[in-house]
């Protein structure tokens, strides 16, 4: 993969110029080797953020674009601890053409862009089965035959021999046959080390507590790369320092591509063990993150301050949050630890796959290849596939918003000038109109009886009136005085933050502020009185969007 020669300045100054020790990637002699780990896991089939937060996280576009940068700076290795491929396992029917296109996707890119030396094996590898892993894998525990497997085998990294290996837990893989990952590890780790290895890197996919029981139980494992499933975390939860084990330094990258390690190691004649020496760069980075993550925690815990009705137990679990932010902050400048005089260590960086980070160009087109080729064949699969019974007799379905207009137009004509109105534009805008990952939160009434389909959507795109109100056909058809029965009022409370407006895809959403955006003359005008003046949702989010930044990294789609 060539680099992008306009993002170098831009990826130089996020990734650092140099490398510790001897500034000479990959030199020998008595200054040592050095190299670059860059360590992923729980990928689990995103190959991009859905884009509605203020500041999206993960894209493998920027993945490989920091690759390719760093190895322009000298030898890189990459590694997966796996579940790589799918966003769930089983596959539900109606996503397995787009999951199977975008995990040949990944499979390509991890191949031929990222040059990924190592992956290993999780669950979400295995959602069509053993035979669609695709990549060969790290399992040493895994049996011969029950997935196409790679050994663990000897690396040579700029003069550097670098061992690598792979178990998994076998309650994560259940119908594979896997045995004790701790003998498994135990063996690897003494063929490695037969073979020469100087260093040894592990990839395992199991819960913590099992990961430290295992590497207390292995010496000779240098680095242990971790994917946690379900407990994978979430970036502001990823620690900025590797966790010690005894001599092994163990690291869980954030899931879904949003924080990747990367590790500068240094290796000096006469072994040892690595040493966590933090540098001027990685030191640097996680201030400036501890630094606007605590900024947005102030503007969050003054806004409960002014509200009466903050729930006491989230607002304090915001201040310990904030508390132990600032404790690491303080701790990082006080004492950024330098590189050792003797013996062989490494700098830990936690990577943000932030908007500002530039974009692999060839990864940004072959993505767009994929949302084109995902969208015509779900709607041709869909269109395929018998038609939903209609809803039974007597059961309300949808009509859409025009039938609405016909006795609420100063509603609809409120309506027009929302956000809500523009959902399905928002989709064609990016090429995602028909993105299974999108779509239900773009039209009404999605999943419900007589709502859009995949297949049938024309008359209701957008986030319209029934969305909030349910489907109105018996509205339409009431009399005068049953009318106000056959129709929902008003949503459930918990409606907006339980179906679209969640964490990972409206992270500034407040019901309130948002409520102001959506009701107003014609259309709950006594209702948004009520409401009072305060924040709207507009701005929350233009708010969001000014702290994440205006910058977009080169190569990347606006």
Same mark, same amino acid.
């Given at each position: 993969? /060539?680099?992008?020669?306009?993002?170098?300045?831009?990826?130089?100054?996020?990734?650092?110029?140099?490398?510790?020790?001897?500034?000479?990637?990959? %030199?020998?002699?008595?200054?040592?080797?050095?190299? +670059?780990?860059?360590?992923?896991?729980?990928?689990?089939?995103?190959?991009?953020? @859905?884009?509605?937060? +203020?500041?999206?996280?993960?894209?493998?576009?920027?993945?490989?674009?920091?690759?390719?940068?760093?190895?322009?700076?000298?030898?890189?290795?990459?590694?997966?601890?796996?579940?790589?491929?799918?966003?769930?396992?089983?596959?539900?029917?109606?996503?397995?053409?787009?999951?199977?296109?975008?995990?040949?996707?990944?499979?390509?890119?991890?191949?031929?862009?990222?040059?990924?030396?190592?992956?290993?094996?999780?669950?979400?590898?295995?959602?069509?089965?053993?035979? !669609?892993?695709?990549?060969?894998?790290?399992?040493?525990?895994?049996?011969?035959?029950?997935?196409?497997?790679?050994?663990?085998?000897?690396?040579?990294?700029?003069?550097?021999?670098? !061992?690598?290996?792979?178990?998994?837990?076998?309650?994560?893989?259940?119908?594979?046959?896997? $045995?004790?990952?701790?003998?498994?590890?135990?063996?690897?780790?003494?063929?490695? /080390?037969?073979?020469?290895?100087?260093?040894?890197?592990?990839?395992?996919?199991?819960?913590?507590?099992?990961?430290?029981?295992?590497?207390?139980?292995?010496?000779?494992?240098?680095?242990?790369?971790?994917?946690?499933?379900?407990?994978?975390? =979430?970036?502001?939860?990823?620690?900025?320092?590797?966790?010690?084990?005894?001599?092994?330094?163990? #690291?869980?990258?954030?899931?879904?591509?949003?924080?990747?390690?990367?590790?500068?190691?240094?290796?000096?004649?006469?072994?040892?063990?690595?040493?966590?020496?933090?540098?001027?760069?990685?030191?640097?980075? /996680?201030?400036? =993150?501890?630094?606007?993550?605590?900024?947005?925690?102030?503007?969050?815990?003054?806004?409960?301050?002014?509200?009466?009705?903050?729930?006491?137990?989230? #607002?304090?679990?915001?201040?310990?949050?904030?508390?132990?932010?600032?404790?690491?902050?303080?701790?990082?400048?006080?004492?950024?630890?330098?590189?050792?005089?003797?013996?062989?260590?490494?700098?830990? %960086?936690?990577?943000?796959?932030?908007?500002?980070?530039?974009?692999?160009?060839?990864?940004? $087109?072959?993505?767009?290849?994929?949302?084109?080729?995902?969208?015509?064949?779900? #709607?041709?699969?869909?269109?395929?596939?018998?038609?939903?019974?209609?809803?039974?007799?007597?059961?309300?379905?949808?009509?859409?918003?025009?039938? @609405?207009?016909?006795?609420?137009?100063?509603?609809? =004509?409120?309506?027009?000038? $929302?956000?809500?109105? /523009?959902?399905?534009?928002?989709?064609?805008?990016?090429?995602?109109?028909?993105?299974?990952?999108?779509?239900?939160?773009? $039209?009404?009434?999605?999943?419900?009886?007589?709502?859009?389909?995949?297949?049938?959507?024309?008359?209701?795109?957008?986030?319209?009136?029934?969305?909030?109100?349910?489907?109105?056909?018996?509205?339409?058809?009431? *009399?005068?005085?049953?009318?106000?029965?056959?129709?929902?009022?008003?949503?459930?409370?918990?409606?907006?933050?339980?179906?679209?407006?969640?964490?990972?895809?409206?992270?500034?959403?407040?019901?309130?502020?948002?409520?102001? *955006?959506?009701?107003?003359?014609?259309?709950?005008?006594?209702?948004?009185?009520?409401?009072?003046?305060?924040?709207?949702?507009?701005?929350?989010?233009?708010?969001?969007?000014?702290?994440?930044?205006?910058?977009?990294?080169? !190569?990347?789609?606006?």
């Amino acid at each position: 993969m /060539r680099a992008c020669a306009l993002a170098l300045a831009s990826l130089l100054l996020v990734l650092g110029a140099a490398c510790p020790g001897n500034g000479k990637p990959g %030199a020998g002699g008595d200054r040592g080797i050095t190299f +670059t780990l860059i360590a992923l896991a729980e990928l689990r089939g995103q190959i991009e953020p @859905c884009g509605c937060t +203020t500041d999206p996280l993960g894209d493998l576009a920027r993945t490989a674009q920091a690759v390719s940068e760093a190895r322009s700076r000298g030898p890189v290795v990459v590694v997966d601890a796996g579940s790589l491929l799918y966003t769930q396992a089983p596959l539900p029917p109606h996503l397995r053409e787009q999951e199977e296109l975008k995990a040949d996707l990944l499979a390509r890119i991890y191949k031929e862009e990222l040059q990924a030396a190592a992956v290993g094996l999780g669950p979400l590898d295995l959602a069509a089965g053993p035979g !669609g892993v695709r990549l060969p894998r790290q399992a040493a525990n895994v049996p011969a035959g029950a997935v196409a497997l790679d050994p663990p085998r000897v690396l040579d990294v700029g003069g550097a021999r670098v !061992g690598v290996f792979g178990v998994v837990d076998p309650a994560q893989v259940p119908t594979l046959g896997a $045995t004790d990952p701790v003998a498994a590890a135990q063996a690897a780790v003494a063929e490695l /080390r037969r073979q020469g290895a100087t260093r040894v890197v592990g990839l395992a996919t199991m819960p913590r507590k099992e990961a430290v029981q295992l590497v207390r139980a292995t010496p000779g494992i240098d680095v242990m790369v971790v994917g946690l499933g379900l407990a994978a975390p =979430e970036p502001a939860e990823v620690r900025a320092r590797a966790e010690q084990v005894d001599d092994t330094w163990m #690291v869980f990258p954030a899931n879904r591509g949003q924080v990747i390690s990367r590790f500068e190691i240094t290796l000096r004649p006469g072994g040892g063990a690595l040493v966590d020496a933090v540098g001027p760069a990685a030191a640097a980075d /996680r201030q400036a =993150e501890l630094g606007a993550r605590l900024e947005l925690l102030d503007q969050e815990l003054a806004r409960y301050a002014a509200d009466p009705d903050a729930d006491p137990a989230f #607002v304090a679990q915001h201040r310990a949050e904030r508390a132990r932010l600032a404790t690491e902050r303080d701790e990082l400048a006080a004492n950024p630890r330098r590189a050792p005089a003797r013996g062989s260590y490494f700098e830990l %960086a936690q990577l943000r796959i932030a908007k500002k980070l530039a974009c692999d160009p060839e990864v940004v $087109t072959a993505k767009a290849d994929y949302a084109r080729a995902a969208g015509l064949a779900n #709607v041709a699969a869909a269109r395929a596939r018998p038609a939903p019974p209609p809803p039974p007799p007597g059961t309300a379905t949808f009509v859409g918003t025009e039938a @609405c207009g016909d006795c609420h137009g100063e509603a609809v =004509e409120f309506w027009r000038q $929302t956000r809500h109105a /523009r959902a399905w534009q928002t989709l064609e805008e990016v090429g995602k109109p028909f993105d299974y990952d999108c779509i239900a939160c773009h $039209t009404t009434g999605w999943g419900e009886p007589g709502g859009a389909t995949m297949a049938e959507n024309d008359a209701l795109r957008d986030v319209q009136c029934e969305t909030c109100h349910g489907p109105g056909s018996l509205h339409v058809d009431a *009399d005068e005085a049953d009318v106000k029965k056959t129709i929902r009022l008003a949503p459930a409370v918990d409606l907006c933050a339980t179906r679209c407006h969640t964490p990972e895809h409206s992270d500034t959403f407040d019901r309130t502020a948002y409520l102001r *955006d959506i009701i107003g003359p014609g259309h709950g005008e006594k209702a948004r009185a009520i409401l009072g003046d305060g924040p709207t949702g507009r701005e929350l989010r233009a708010a969001g969007l000014a702290r994440a930044g205006a910058a977009i990294g080169a !190569g990347c789609p606006k």
